[in-house]
């Protein structure tokens, strides 16, 4: 229990370090990434669905991107 909320601390004191840091350096925090790629996210889900409905697994697996619906490049932005 003792080591989870040591892992929490450590998370949070980390972002807060880098969203104070990240505008120094001349980059910003998407603050609206969630937002952004949850109808990207969606609709890619959605799809895959369709297929793995419509094709089995061999289908979903060559035909679903799911990996391209989260971007880490997109979290951070240049100025």
Do not use: Q
């Not at 601390?9 to 969203?19: K, L, N, P, R, Y």
């Not at 409905?53 to 990996?67: F, M, N, Q």
């Amino acid at each position: 229990m003792f080591s989870l909320l040591r892992l929490i601390i450590w998370i949070v004191g980390i972002v807060t370090v880098a969203s104070f840091a990240l505008p120094y350096f001349g980059y910003e925090p998407n603050w609206d990434y969630w937002t952004e790629r949850a109808e990207i996210c969606g609709t890619a889900v959605s799809d895959c669905r369709e297929t793995l409905v419509r094709k089995g697994t061999d289908g979903a697996l060559t035909h679903c991107s799911i990996g391209d619906c989260i971007d880490p490049r997109a979290i951070v932005r240049k100025r």
